[in-house]
């Protein structure tokens, strides 16, 4: 059965930084990961998809890592904005009989201004 | 291109009462899914029509549960009669396939959820 943890659930960082935020799962057999943020009251809009061939992605100022064998990936967000405040999510698509997302709990970003 | 559509975005009823949610997939995509988040938990998947087909709804609940995609364009959700662990956010995605055996690797489209609140 396939589980996703992200870490921290929280993070609070200064307008400006650079942060990663953190997605571990546990089964490397895995068609894809896919990167959302979700605002409050919002639905989820993706950010990134990683094939399960690839190492990274990016699309402006984030970059995503992946890293199938030891079960992890990264979400690097340069130059944080207030408006990156937001949820992240990490969810992974796994081969192993049908199409459904494993998502993780997500981690609660706040940019500080 | 329009995106996913929820409907309603909250609704609020009691305990032993059905509601039934509506989804809106993108235009074209044959894949439709349902996912909830309940409280402190994380996103689960629910079910996934192909077409107008169950493709897959192993993570249906239980039998108060029933979800219908006629004609393979939107579909319904109902939860009849609902119970006070009902509540939650009830996500709907889609996706394109794009050719034979690829479509695994489409990214999932989700709307912005309806919020149900049994009381």
């Known amino acids: 059965k396939q589980e996703v943890t992200q870490i921290p659930a929280a993070l609070s960082v200064p307008e400006g930084e650079n942060l990663v935020l953190n997605c571990s799962f546990t089964?490397?057999?895995?068609?894809?990961l896919q990167w959302f943020r979700q605002d409050p009251g919002k639905g989820l809009t993706s950010l990134l998809l990683?094939?399960?061939?690839?190492r990274e992605q990016t699309s402006g100022r984030l970059n995503a890592s992946l890293d199938k064998s030891s079960g992890r990936s990264t979400l690097y967000i340069a130059a944080s904005q207030p408006g990156d405040s937001a949820t992240y999510l990490c969810?992974?698509?796994?081969?192993?009989?049908?199409?459904?997302?494993?998502f993780g709990t997500g981690t609660r970003l706040t940019i500080i201004p | 291109e329009a995106g996913v559509t929820q409907f309603p975005s909250h609704s609020v009823i009691e305990k032993g009462q059905t509601v039934t949610l509506r989804c809106d997939p993108i235009?074209?995509?044959?894949?439709l899914y349902w996912y909830r988040r309940v409280m402190g938990k994380e996103i689960k998947f629910l079910l996934h029509?192909?077409?107008?087909?169950?493709?897959?709804e192993s993570g249906m609940p239980n039998n108060r549960f029933l979800a219908e995609r006629t004609g393979g364009t939107y579909s319904t959700l109902k939860v009849q009669p609902a119970e006070l662990e009902d509540s939650g956010v009830y996500f709907c995605?889609?996706?394109?396939?794009?050719?034979?055996?690829?479509?695994?690797?489409?990214?999932?489209?989700f709307g912005n959820g309806t919020r149900l609140t049994v009381t």
């Open positions: 969810a992974v698509r796994s081969n192993f009989g049908n199409e459904k997302l494993t």
């Open positions: 089964d490397s057999a895995i068609y894809n």
């Open positions: 029509f192909v077409k107008e087909s169950k493709q897959d």
């Open positions: 995605a889609s996706s394109q396939e794009p050719g034979q055996g690829t479509h695994y690797n489409s990214p999932l489209h």
């Open positions: 235009s074209g995509h044959d894949n």
């Open positions: 990683i094939q399960s061939s690839q």
